[in-house]
């Protein structure tokens, strides 16, 4: 799985826009951009995957450079409850067991 | 509501006890997972089961054991081989075709 870099933290005032970056310039053709977070004493919760086109849920917007080599999560309307760890996580998707390779994240702090 | 549940919360563990953690999932997913995570770091992939009656070692399997015997449980036992357990242990779970792991809360292990 390509490896992954992410700044260590992060600054946004509630109610912004929150954009988290990745970099992944040895993604290869078959692998998707992935992000979790995980929320202090408590398990990692899925955000949002792709991989080459944008992306939106109800929680988040992917969106994936033309050349893939860097994403950008985005949180709309960032709340307090938003404050957590950031993981950009690069896999291929394919059935059978496999596991998540965790980096540091980013630390993304909201303030009020 | 369906989820991965993982008890107890807490759990300590004296010297040389062997102890288990739960985890149950109602999401009838195929693939389960067992991960370990120390203070500031990501996680660490202990054992792994794609069907019953089957599992895999991970990365740090030493001094852990696992069983498989229902589709929707995958208990982990922290034998007293492993010297250093203390640490916030997380299951997994991911559906046969898919990539996309879901978390439980967690059970943070201290040994007294």
């Known amino acids: 799985d390509a490896k992954t870099t992410q700044p260590p933290s992060m600054d946004c005032a509630e109610g912004r826009a929150a954009n988290l970056p990745c970099n992944h310039s040895?993604?290869?053709?078959?692998?998707?951009v992935y992000w979790y977070r995980q929320i202090h004493s408590q398990g990692p919760q899925y955000i949002i995957h792709?991989?080459?086109n944008n992306e939106t849920n109800e929680m988040a917007s992917l969106i994936i450079t033309e050349d893939r080599k860097s994403s950008t999560l985005i949180l709309p309307h960032a709340t307090l409850r938003d404050t957590a760890v950031y993981y950009c996580?690069?896999?291929?998707?394919?059935?059978?067991?496999?596991?998540?390779?965790f980096g540091q994240g980013t630390r993304l702090t909201i303030n009020p | 509501d369906g989820g991965i549940t993982q008890s107890p919360k807490y759990l300590f563990r004296k010297e040389g006890q062997n102890v288990t953690l739960s985890c149950e999932q109602n999401?009838?997913?195929?693939?389960m997972y067992w991960y370990r995570q120390d203070p500031g770091q990501g996680l660490r992939l202990i054992y792994y089961?794609?069907?019953?009656?089957?599992?895999q070692k991970g990365d740090i399997a030493e001094g852990y054991s696992v069983s498989r015997e229902k589709k929707e449980s995958f208990p982990l036992t922290v034998t007293s081989a492993q010297k250093n357990p203390t640490a916030f242990y997380l299951c997994?779970?991911?559906?046969?075709?898919?990539?996309?792991?879901?978390f439980g809360p967690g059970t943070r292990l201290l040994v007294l």
């Open positions: 089961s794609q069907i019953v009656n089957d599992f």
């Open positions: 999401l009838n997913h195929d693939a």
């Open positions: 040895t993604i290869s053709g078959n692998e998707y």
């Open positions: 996580i690069v896999r291929v998707a394919r059935q059978g067991a496999q596991k998540l390779v």
């Open positions: 997994a779970s991911t559906a046969g075709g898919g990539s996309t792991q879901y």
């Open positions: 792709g991989l080459k």
